[in-house]
Every structure is written in C-alpha cells, then in structure tokens.
C-alpha cells in the first residue's frame, strides 16, 4: 500500500469512529507514524482526504451496482420472470456488499455519523443508502404490478415494506461482520414472507 493510501485508509478508519469533524491531521500522520508534513505531499488538507474518500466510495457503489445491473442481465436473458431466487440473490449480494466490503462499511459509518452535522452529506447519505435504492425498488414493483405478476396498488409502501426490514438488519449486524450468513438467511426468509404476501 502506497503512502498516499495508508492515509486514505487510516483517514477512514478514524472518520468512521469519530466523524470527520473530530479527527485532525494531527491524529492520522500519529496513528500512521509519520510527520504531519507528509500528508501534505500527497493532499492538500483534511478536507481534501474527506473529498477523495467520497469520491472513492461513490465510485465503488456504481462500480458495485454496475455489475449486479449486469448479473440480472444476464440471469433474466435465461429467465424472463423475476423469480424469487433471482431478488434473494441481489439482495444477499447487496448486503454483503454494504456489510463487509472494507471501505464502504467504514463509510457508511462516517455518513452516519457526518450527517447530523452536514446538511450536504444528509442529502448524500440519504440519498445513497435509501432513496435511490427505494426509487429503484418502487419501479420494480411498478413493472411487476402493471404485468400482474403481484398483487398490489401502491408500489412505493411496497418498496418501504420491502426495503426496511433489509436496512434494519443492516444496522442490527453492523458490529456483527462475523454473523454474516445469519443475517443473509434472514434476509432470505424475509423476501419469502414478502412475496407470499403479495402473491408472486
């Protein structure tokens, strides 16, 4: 790992337990070792590391849902019919990904922690971790309601219905990475119980 790396991911590590406003550049070069002008070599200031995280963290996230966009793709071009093996995969795949990938569960601790101080990483937060995951699922829902393929009226209490127990368990587990395939059979129940419901 590069310098300029360590930083990054020391950076993280501290924001993700203290929130960036209560971290300096004093306690990332001390808990790295190296002198405070070191850092400067490589980033501007504090804000500068705080800006390159997000950046990082974003990309990942696309990079993520890229892949999974492109998973379906391919598992639906054999299957038309969204199946529920098919949801539990994503959703598992998803959780797993939030839960356990090393940056962005640091991450999304930090934006836990920043957005009761930033109105601007409220709305990145939020609109990260639930409203475009919820936009995404209400459109689902939408299609599989207008094939009649579920029974329902209102996809986007659909989506809520859906998407909050997942998020739930998302916190419930957090302190828990060693409890992943619990937390994922959990989530497999769940999405039976919710299509049994609303009869797929």
């Known amino acids: 790992m590069s310098a ?3 930083i990054l991911s020391e950076a993280l590590s501290l924001f993700s337990i203290h929130g960036y406003s209560s971290v300096s550049v004093r306690d990332i070069t001390k808990a790295i070792g190296i002198r405070e002008s070191a850092i400067y070599k490589h980033y501007k200031n504090k804000q500068a590391i705080f800006d390159t995280i997000i950046q990082i963290s974003a990309e990942r996230i696309n990079q993520f849902e890229q892949e999974l966009i492109n998973t379906v793709g391919q598992e639906e071009s054999n299957d038309p019919n969204l199946s529920i093996d098919l949801i539990q995969k994503i959703y598992c795949r998803f959780f ?9 569960s640091k991450f ?5 922690i920043e957005q ?10 939020k609109e990260m971790f639930l409203e475009k995951t919820l936009s995404y699922q209400t459109e689902v829902f939408r299609q599989l309601i207008n ?19 997942i998020f739930v368990l998302l916190f419930r ?28």
């Open 4 to 6: 300029k790396e360590r």
């Open 108 to 112: 999304r601790k930090m934006m836990i």
């Open 96 to 104: 797993s990904f939030y839960l356990t990938d090393e940056i962005l």
């Open 147 to 165: 094939e009649k393929r579920i029974d329902g009226t209102d996809p986007e209490i659909m989506a809520l219905h859906f998407y909050s127990p």
């Open 116 to 125: 009761y101080k930033s109105v601007e990483l409220k709305t990145m937060f």
């Open 173 to 200: 587990y957090d302190t828990n990475t060693d409890k992943v395939d619990e937390a994922l059979k959990l989530i497999e129940k769940h999405i039976q119980e919710f299509f049994k419901r609303y009869q797929i």
